[in-house]
């Protein structure tokens, strides 16, 4: 089994400069890095881990946390193509997954505690972004590497990786009411006040107030306050929500009281199967496979001479 002392003789360095090029360690030159990387590929070699982690104090995996559990977590496409991105990106530096998933924010915490105590993680990505959440502070305190999906929203200077949701919602507004002639929307959000969907709304309202038209909001957290809003708007002829699911469950019950077809619906996430719902459903993508691979990039800016604290990646409407 080839060791490190071999690619480095092989390459003609010491062990300490074919390790630090394996490890993209800027105090190599490019050139350098590129060359004994590359040798390493062609000869088949496998970093022994093990000895790594007790040389550096670091294990080679990221912590991915995911928000306290509820139904549109782990099961949405959208989390999957983001891990997609992320894992796709960890496999070229040698690193693996590890999931952090709680039901509560105390236990999430814990789950958090216990990856840098005993698991030595020192890196991970959140997707998500609370206010004063406990987990981003952990880190913090711990002076520890981490990027969120979502920009922060309590004036923390932490690395981040987003869509531009302010533009994106005015644009899902503004192919509603322009393109799809919509002159009685809703806006429907989930009942936990992301930060996504707060830039949406206000995109929304933007062009609500543009159209000269009522900006009518729902928050899907009270079936019955959902069953009543619904019924006392008939007027309602076209939906934008913040995701797929939350449409489609708006829609499902906008259907109980009246009869709809091929209703104009505009969402996000672009993570449903075609012909699941007889709406005309026009969903924003945004592209979170190329958000997973821009949140690596941000991870490991300390070795790889990035300079960018923050991404945007940008939109698209179906």
Not at 20 to 26: D, E, G, I, Q
Not at 27 to 45: D, M
Not at 83 to 105: D, F
Not at 189 to 194: A, F, L
């Amino acid at each position: 089994m080839l060791t490190i002392r071999d690619i480095a003789a092989k390459a003609g360095v010491s062990v300490s400069t074919a390790s630090r090029a394996l490890n993209n360690n800027p105090r190599i030159s490019l050139a350098t890095r590129k060359r004994i990387q590359a040798l390493a590929a062609a000869e088949g070699y496998r970093p022994n881990y093990n000895a790594k982690n007790l040389t550096s104090g670091e294990a080679n995996a990221v912590g991915v946390v995911f928000p306290t559990s509820d139904r549109n977590s782990t099961d949405n496409p959208f989390y999957i193509d983001l891990l997609r991105g992320i894992n796709t990106e960890l496999m070229k530096r040698q690193y693996v997954l590890s999931v952090a998933i709680s039901k509560t924010a105390d236990d999430l915490l814990e789950n958090v505690k216990a990856m840098v105590a005993q698991g030595k993680i020192k890196r991970f990505v959140l997707l998500y972004v609370h206010r004063a959440d406990p987990v981003a502070a952990f880190l913090r305190e711990k002076h520890l590497h981490f990027v969120t999906i979502g920009e922060p929203i309590d004036g923390h200077d932490d690395y981040f990786v987003d869509n531009d949701n302010l533009e994106a919602g005015i644009g899902g507004a503004s192919f509603l009411l322009d393109q799809l002639g919509v002159k009685h929307p809703v806006f429907v959000e989930s009942g936990h006040n992301w930060g996504y969907e707060q830039q949406r709304r206000q995109g929304y309202e933007r062009v609500a107030a543009q159209f000269n038209v009522e900006p009518l909001t729902c928050k899907l957290n009270d079936l019955e306050y959902v069953q009543s809003f619904i019924e006392h708007h008939p007027e309602i002829d076209g939906i934008m929500a913040t995701d797929d699911f939350n449409a489609i469950e708006f829609y499902r019950l906008l259907r109980e009281q009246y009869v709809a077809s091929h209703f104009p619906v505009v969402s996000y996430n672009h993570s449903l199967p075609a012909g699941l719902t007889d709406a005309n459903l026009h969903s924003v993508n945004l592209f979170p496979e190329k958000m997973g691979s821009a949140t690596v990039s941000l991870l490991f800016s300390d070795r790889e001479e990035t300079a960018d604290k923050q991404i945007r990646i940008p939109y698209e409407i179906k």
